[in-house]
């Protein structure tokens, strides 16, 4: 009767032993479910294995591109090694090849063995097990070297749904309190069931993985092939990201006016995606309106054909002087007065045509005296081809002459501007993941004004999120610092300073984030990288406008 109680009671404890181990495993399954990081999900897993086993040691493997067995994780208890994982400390192991260089399958190891052949290995004792043919050399020279002993061992693949193995979990030393003892058929299920789950996490994270970079390429594809259609705009997409990442982040970090903006790392992921595609809709802009160089170029620049008129001017103007002369017998008073006004006419003909050269690149803002000037040689004629008498400019031609500033006539710039449209309307085509919802309105918002009074809606600050208004920040900046734009060269970095503070006082960009800007010195590192050494002519901006220590 003792016996009997006695087994009974030893019964219920294994049993209760084993029902633990059951809760155990079910509580680690729902933990790797939902790990995202891939470090921490494998080394869950190998912890996983030894807790509910009581192994005193494991590695857990992965299978590489290369069909070798990758060292992900290696923990001894007893030696307090812990490598790989969250432990900031690799694993200094080369991986071990499933084939030889003949190509025949590697079977002398036992991880190899068992992931090749898709089989569970359980040893009671490494040092008793001669007749399987493994060579335990490397667990010999182990033990050796920090005088451990391996005895029990057990390997168990892990295998993804297609049947094809992924990893390969491998403990040791089973823990008793008579010291290593074998694993038994209970360890071998739970690990084989630990090692599904962890195989069916695997593979959803690589999946996740390999899907969030197909998304990157393709954004990014999407973004080069804005970039590489135009010379003039051929780092914009890059560039933008950079900055607007750089500025998020110090907003993020910022304690005083914007401290209830906190960037979380899915924001901030959405926020970079949302800055690679904010110029998506250029893909639809016509590239001989984006790479309007000067005010009169269409497929070619106009400037010739002003330039040949001109010619044709100064060729009549010599005519007539030549008519003149032979109408006036010789009198040399007449000829000196006819060829003066011959050469005046020549020397004001090439001063127009060099101010309307000037005129066409748009690099200055037209002045009232310029647009009358340029009116003025306007009321020239000159005969065509047909021996039409014609005026000097087109209607085309005088309109975009006359562009107030830069090289877009008012069409132009609104087809310029549509852009936004085009790019809200492919975002919003886009069918995003919850998560990711916010990709079109912070991309959509970066030519949107703090005052309501930019486009495409005109929204206020009010109406814009922190990131939004960050783009809008990132824009403006790279766009005057940029030295590949067609109708412009680069601004000194202390002069795109000052546009950017001025900015701030008419309330176009967010003033707190200016600051930040200014403060944090953001646009420092940005410029080291992207702008060349001559133009980067200021570290502390003190004298900007808008500066927050220099306000009026």
């Known amino acids: 009767m003792p016996t009997l109680q006695s087994d009974r009671i030893e019964s219920a404890i294994h049993n209760a032993d084993l029902l633990a181990r059951i809760e155990k495993l079910n509580a680690i399954g729902i933990a790797l479910s939902s790990e995202k990081d891939m470090p921490h999900l494998l080394e869950s897993i190998l912890i996983g294995a030894k807790q509910i086993t009581r192994a005193d040691a494991g590695t857990l493997?992965?299978?590489?591109?290369?069909?070798?067995?990758?060292?992900?994780?290696?923990?001894?208890?007893?030696?307090g090694i812990n490598r790989g994982g969250t432990s900031n400390q690799p694993v200094q192991l080369e991986p071990?090849?499933?084939?030889?260089?003949?190509?025949?399958?590697?079977?002398?190891?036992?991880?190899?063995?068992?992931?090749?052949?898709?089989?569970?290995?359980?040893?009671?004792?490494?040092?008793?097990?001669?007749?399987?043919?493994?060579?335990?050399?490397?667990?010999?020279?182990?033990?050796?070297?920090m005088n451990y002993r391996t005895q029990s061992m057990l390997c168990v693949p892990m295998t993804n749904h297609d049947g094809k193995t992924?990893?390969?979990?491998?403990?040791?030393?089973?823990?008793?309190?008579?010291?290593?003892?074998?694993?038994?058929?209970?360890?071998?299920?739970?690990?084989?069931?630990?090692?599904?789950?962890?195989?069916?996490?695997?593979?959803?994270?690589?999946?996740i993985d390999d899907l969030k970079a197909l998304f990157d390429s393709f954004i990014k594809t999407i973004a080069a092939s804005i970039d590489e259609t135009s010379a003039h705009t051929g780092e914009h997409c890059r560039r933008v990201p950079f900055l607007t990442l750089a500025l998020a982040d110090a907003a993020s970090r910022d304690e005083s006016c914007l401290k209830a903006f906190k960037l979380t790392e899915q924001e901030r992921y959405n926020l970079e995606v949302a800055s690679w595609l904010h110029d998506c809709g250029k893909l639809a802009t016509p590239i001989h309106i984006v790479d309007k160089s000067t005010k009169l170029e269409t497929v070619f620049d106009r400037?010739?054909?002003?330039?040949?008129?001109?010619?044709?001017?100064?060729?009549?103007?010599k005519v007539s002087m030549l008519e003149h002369l032979l109408k006036i017998n010789g009198d040399k008073d007449k000829a000196?007065?006819?060829?003066?006004?011959?050469?005046?006419?020549?020397?004001?003909?090439?001063?127009?045509?060099?101010?309307?050269?000037?005129?066409?690149?748009?690099?200055?803002s037209m002045a009232p005296e310029l647009k009358a000037r340029v009116n003025n040689i306007a009321a020239h004629t000159w005969c065509n081809c047909d021996g039409e008498i014609t005026p000097f400019f087109s209607a085309d031609e005088l309109n975009n002459l006359l562009i107030p500033y830069g090289t877009l006539n008012d069409d132009e710039r609104q087809i310029i501007n549509d852009h936004i449209l085009v790019t809200n309307k492919m975002l919003a085509s886009m069918q995003f993941p919850e998560e990711m919802a916010s990709v079109p309105e912070y991309a959509g918002g970066h030519h949107e004004r703090m005052d309501g009074k930019g486009y495409p809606l005109g929204l206020t600050r009010e109406e814009m999120s922190v990131p939004a208004r960050v783009m809008a920040i990132a824009d403006v900046f790279e766009a005057l610092t940029a030295w590949d734009r067609p109708y412009k060269d680069a601004k000194k970095l202390s002069e795109a300073l000052a546009i950017l503070g001025k900015m701030k006082l008419r309330n176009h960009v967010d003033p707190d984030l200016f600051d930040i800007f200014i403060n944090e010195k953001v646009y420092l590192p940005y410029a080291r990288q992207f702008m060349a050494a001559e133009l980067i002519d200021i570290d502390e901006p003190f004298e900007i406008p808008g500066y927050p220590f220099n306000m009026p």
């Open 336 to 364: 000196d007065l006819i060829e003066k006004q011959y050469r005046q006419t020549i020397e004001q003909l090439n001063a127009q045509r060099d101010f309307i050269r000037v005129c066409n690149k748009g690099v200055e």
């Open 166 to 207: 992924i990893g390969l979990i491998q403990l040791i030393n089973k823990q008793s309190n008579n010291g290593p003892v074998a694993f038994d058929d209970n360890d071998v299920h739970l690990v084989h069931s630990l090692a599904s789950q962890a195989a069916i996490a695997l593979t959803n994270k690589r999946l």
């Open 303 to 317: 400037i010739e054909l002003i330039d040949t008129r001109f010619e044709v001017l100064k060729r009549d103007a």
């Open 61 to 79: 493997y992965t299978v590489n591109d290369a069909q070798k067995l990758n060292f992900e994780i290696v923990q001894t208890s007893s030696l």
């Open 96 to 145: 071990l090849p499933l084939y030889r260089r003949d190509g025949s399958p590697n079977n002398k190891l036992v991880v190899t063995y068992s992931a090749l052949n898709n089989k569970t290995v359980n040893l009671p004792d490494v040092y008793e097990e001669n007749e399987t043919g493994f060579d335990f050399t490397g667990p010999r020279l182990f033990d050796k070297k």
